[in-house]
């Protein structure tokens, strides 16, 4: 039975996997161009319906990560309580910044949507937006790529220590945890994570092994003879 259950939670933990990199990857083809241009909170408005529909996919990802952090913590909890519990806690962090992420596109619509009818005119709009952005870039960097960086890190230690999944998997894990982390640090000093350009390569190993490991996840499970530590 505890087989069983453990091989169906194993499989949902890898379906939220899947689930959270592709919200991400919707939320930024559903903006495209919206939030581009120093008038773009003018603009804004044109884009509601994506808008809207990019910020509640980003709740839908905020919910898969609180979920993963939820599902895993007692399957880890069996070989490092004190690390699960640094896991899920980091998990939840990072969706609550992507929830004040979405917020900050909410209220950035809203905004664009007073202007638009006149009800906003004391206001610089281009400060305005560059302040709104700031805030939702700001948390998207720290959220989806520091924290994202440490989980990673805490998720693959306690993964290669107990073989819950093979350890090529987990060191797959451990280096693009530090890629991504690097690739977050240059954020902080200047370079534009959004673009697509060389230093973009820092993060694509976490993101090919997070997949590879939710299809690990789905198809195999845990391996369940590892779940419990060895008595001696």
Do not use: C
């Amino acid at each position: 039975m505890k087989e069983r259950k453990d091989r169906r939670t194993a499989s949902i933990i890898g379906a939220l996997f899947i689930i959270a990199t592709v919200t991400s990857f919707i939320s930024v083809a559903l903006l495209g161009t919206a939030l581009d241009g120093s008038d773009f909170l003018i603009d804004i408005s044109e884009f509601e319906n994506n808008v809207i529909v990019a910020a509640m996919v980003e709740l839908v990802l905020a919910i898969s990560l609180v979920a993963i952090g939820s599902l895993i913590f007692p399957i880890l909890r069996e070989h490092d309580e004190g690390l699960a519990l640094g896991y899920s806690s980091i998990r939840l962090i990072e969706a609550v910044l992507i929830i004040i992420a979405a917020m900050s596109l909410m209220l950035m619509l809203s905004i664009g949507q007073d202007y638009e009818a006149g009800a906003m005119h004391a206001a610089d709009p281009q400060s305005l937006g560059a302040m709104m952005l700031a805030l939702r870039e700001w948390s998207f960097l720290i959220g989806t790529l520091i924290f994202l960086g440490l989980g990673a890190l805490i998720l693959n230690y306690l993964l290669f220590r107990s073989e819950l999944v093979p350890r090529w998997l987990s060191v797959w894990g451990l280096i693009g945890g530090v890629g991504v982390i690097a690739y977050g640090i240059l954020g902080f000093f200047g370079t534009d994570t959004n673009a697509m350009d060389v230093t973009t390569l820092l993060a694509l190993p976490i993101a090919v092994q997070e997949m590879a490991f939710a299809l690990w996840l789905i198809v195999k499970g845990f391996n369940v003879m590892k779940t419990v530590p060895d008595s001696a």
